[in-house]
């Protein structure tokens, strides 16, 4: 039985991450690690609606009759789990962030929020979309190290000690990104601001 | 291999025989420092059958591969034996000077052993290591024995035991630099134990840094996020801890009167702003730190360092105490005697409790104040009720009959959380291996600051991830080992970066959290052969079942059971609370797995 207090927190951030237009209707998932479980999203369930029956729990490394239910992405959200300290994890849509990713290794944000918060975020890229092992390892990997990372053409996957902590990685990269596209539109000499700002690139 | 020193120097105070030989490359990687190198040295030298105060038991004082670097609090060190009050793996560390000064004397490791036929102090100038007699100083309190040292902050420091040491006090702190403790569990009474008054250290040799550009770049960004965090930048320096005062007496989580409520109504009187605004005259720094949040406060009879948040509520709101000037010399006369306030204060609660209930003939009351300086005396120098409360509030509870009343786990008090209106910080104390502890890990930033994010401090279900996130997380920085009020602006993916930096090894945030976690298996090992399980992980009655009688908790117990069991399947433990074969395999501590 999952408890309400945690339902809350699903509903919250599933609603805020569609109304930030983070998500289409039924993409994006989110979980959150309750000891040696994890709850996660059901599959096809939409976020900005969940309701109660929407939340599917099952063992962070053994199944039960939770995963015939679990978001395609179960497997990802399990690894991330397993090798790192993450306790949630959010994976969203966030548009300008996917079309930055589709030209670029990493992403490193001009403006101060991110530049302060995030640093850098690397784009990692597999054959094969998110639900196989190989790009759940490296996405895992990639994890250990940065608290948000993009799949390249496909979305970012943040983590956190709550939920609301990876949907902050993941807005901030987003309005990042839509920062850096006016900038590129308003197509001026960028004047550098930041103090030791090589350092970013070497995060 | 930058970052470490690379050298343990071992002295065996029965045969004076000093030793010196390289620290162990692949155990210095495992462990880096500090707690979890400590824990898993005395794994070797420690076993069942030694009694913590006998020759046998050993201190072992460590740095960590930050100590000394100029890193931010990068000035910490640790001590680790077998604790005289809990019978535990024992590691208490502290500020100050000292661990810098010993590490740029060339050593990662101090191990001391056997026991000197008569109190001696050692002196440790770099590699010339010196014996002294100190039948002189045998006796003395804690700043004259360290001004009588020589000491001096940025060239030679001074640590010792005060009389409550020398008088094998099981709440005896171990003092550094006059007024900093190396305070729980009793490592003062080993060091008495062994006649050892004080150790002497002048280092030359800071450390050499892998990366200086990249470790310069994690100095400036570091910097500039302990600048934008008003906890750090504003709260702590201006306050200090004791600014938690009104925030946990808020949310009804401020253990008052012995745990039978959890609000004081005499909260501000003994609050950080009230502690600024009456007595502070400036505050102070450990060694790099730009925080600041040591306080210099001066009453009608004492003027020194202190006190501490846990120290004020300890003979403050646990005494039922809102004398502010008469906590604060309290504190004083705990650093002078070298006694840890937060046992000290707690186990002077209980010994109030039991007098007002008629268990104990004494004239202690809660709201005493006038009595606390005299009690303190008598703990620290053994006399008359003093000497049973010296022992701590577990033994002394338990030797009138009323163990209950002691509210310790495995037998150290417990400082100023309140578990029924924090759930998660019960579980926390119930299954820290040292015992009735908040530094193996708190739950006052999720559950009460916010820190990253604010959960619900009532929440059960999911509550073991975070505590054992918390736990893990601080052992890493406690075997780093840096000030964990640096992970209140910073958080733990700066100290992988900045390890990385300063030993050229490749630390990702989660192999940091990794290395704490492997220092909670192998402190965890070490209490299980000592005979530690389940029934120890565990919390006063009065936690269990009476609930809070008013306030912002009312109402609540703990609900210890539902997140005890949660917490041992997460932690890859048995049911017993033994670790499974399969997790020590994956933290590399296969070997050490017995049946």
Same mark, same amino acid.
């Given at each position: 039985m999952i408890d309400e207090r945690i339902y809350e927190q699903f509903k919250q951030i599933g609603r805020d991450l569609y109304t930030a237009g983070m998500i289409s209707s039924h993409g994006g998932n989110i979980s959150m690690r309750v000891g040696d479980r994890v709850v996660i999203k059901r599959r096809g369930a939409q976020l900005g609606a969940l309701q109660p029956h929407d939340l599917i729990e099952t063992g962070i490394d053994k199944n039960d009759s939770g995963v015939t239910m679990a978001s395609t992405e179960l497997l990802a959200h399990r690894m991330i789990y397993l090798k790192t300290p993450a306790l949630s994890i959010v994976h969203c849509h966030p548009r300008t962030a996917i079309a930055f990713s589709l030209s670029r290794d990493e992403i490193v944000p001009i403006d101060n929020e991110a530049s302060y918060l995030l640093k850098k975020v690397p784009v990692i890229y597999e054959e094969f979309a998110s639900g196989t092992p190989e790009m759940a390892n490296n996405l895992a990997s990639a994890l250990q190290s940065y608290k948000i990372v993009m799949l390249r053409g496909h979305g970012s996957f943040a983590t956190g000690q709550t939920l609301d902590e990876a949907f902050h990685w993941s807005s901030t990269l987003e309005e990042s990104c839509q920062i850096a596209l006016y900038a590129k539109l308003i197509n001026e000499p960028f004047i550098e601001y930041r103090k030791n700002q090589e350092g970013y690139n070497k995060w | 291999m930058n970052g470490w020193a690379g050298k343990v120097l071992d002295i065996d105070l029965t045969t004076r025989a000093v030793k010196t030989y390289p620290l162990d490359e692949e155990l210095a990687k495992q462990f880096l420092g500090g707690r979890g190198l400590g824990a898993r040295l005395l794994w070797d030298l420690v076993?069942?059958?030694?009694?913590?105060?006998?020759?046998q038991n050993v201190l072992i004082f460590t740095g960590g591969p930050l100590t000394a670097t100029g890193y931010q609090t990068s000035n910490r060190f640790s001590v680790t034996t077998k604790s005289p009050l809990t019978g535990t793996v024992l590691d208490a560390n502290s500020g100050g000077f000292w661990g810098m000064q010993f590490k740029k004397a060339g050593y990662d490791v101090l191990i001391v052993r056997g026991k000197s036929e008569t109190p001696v102090s050692i002196e440790i100038i770099n590699d010339k290591i010196s014996f002294h007699d100190a039948a002189h100083l045998w006796g003395k309190r804690v700043m004259e024995t360290t001004t009588a040292l020589g000491q001096n902050n940025n060239k030679r420091n001074v640590l010792c035991i005060g009389p409550a040491g020398e008088n094998l006090s099981r709440i005896a702190a171990i003092m550094n630099d006059g007024q900093r403790s190396l305070a729980r569990g009793g490592p003062g009474a080993v060091m008495g134990s062994k006649n050892l008054k004080a150790i002497v250290v002048e280092g030359k040799t800071r450390p050499g840094i892998e990366d200086p550009e990249r470790f310069k770049f994690m100095l400036y960004e570091t910097r500039k996020l302990l600048r934008a965090s008003p906890l750090t930048s504003q709260a702590l320096p201006e306050f200090g801890t004791v600014v938690m005062m009104n925030i946990v007496n808020s949310v009804g989580a401020l253990p008052t009167r012995n745990h039978q409520q959890s609000q004081f109504e005499g909260a501000e009187a003994i609050s950080g702003e009230t502690l600024t605004e009456k007595y502070l005259v400036k505050n102070e720094s450990c060694w790099a730190c730009p925080i600041g949040c040591t306080r210099v406060s001066k009453t009608d009879k004492v003027n020194g360092e202190g006190p501490e948040f846990e120290t004020t509520w300890a003979f403050g709101a646990q005494c039922g105490i809102d004398d502010l000037a008469a906590i604060i010399e309290a504190n004083s006369i705990c650093n002078d005697l070298g006694m840890d306030t937060i046992s000290a204060g707690s186990t002077i609660a209980c010994a109030m409790e039991m007098s007002e209930r008629g268990y104990v003939d004494s004239d202690l009351r809660f709201g005493r104040a006038d009595l606390l300086a005299a009690t303190l005396e008598d703990m620290g120098y053994r006399r008359g009720l003093g000497a049973e409360l010296s022992e701590g509030s577990l033994r002394f509870a338990g030797k009138h009959g009323h163990p209950e009343l002691s509210m310790s786990v495995k037998g150290m008090e417990m400082p100023a959380y309140d578990p029924r209106g924090m759930q998660g910080q019960g579980l926390l104390y119930a299954t820290s291996n040292r015992g009735?502890?908040?530094?193996?890990?708190?739950m006052l930033g999720l559950e009460v600051l916010g820190l990253p994010k604010l959960i619900d401090?009532?929440?059960?279900?999911? !509550?073991s991830s975070y505590v054992i996130l918390h736990q893990n997380a601080s052992a890493a920085i406690d075997s780093l080992v840096i000030c964990k009020f640096t992970n209140m602006g910073v958080a733990e993916e700066y100290f992988a970066r900045t390890l990385t930096a300063v030993t050229g090894i490749p630390y990702a945030n989660g192999d940091l959290i990794r290395v704490g976690e492997r220092a909670y298996n192998m402190e965890r090992l070490y209490n299980v052969r000592e005979g530690f399980s389940r029934k120890d992980d565990t919390l006063p009655q009065r936690l269990l079942t009476?609930?809070?009688?008013?306030?912002?908790? !009312?109402g609540w117990v703990s609900k210890l059971e539902p997140m005890l069991k949660e917490y041992y399947r997460a932690r890859g433990w048995d049911e017993n609370g033994t670790p499974k074969k399969a997790k020590l395999a994956e933290l590399g501590l296969a070997e050490l797995a017995t049946g």
């Open positions: - | 076993g069942p059958e030694v009694e913590a105060l006998s020759p009735g502890c908040h530094m193996r890990g708190n401090r009532f929440q059960v279900q999911g !509550k009476e609930p809070v009688p008013e306030g912002p908790s !009312k």
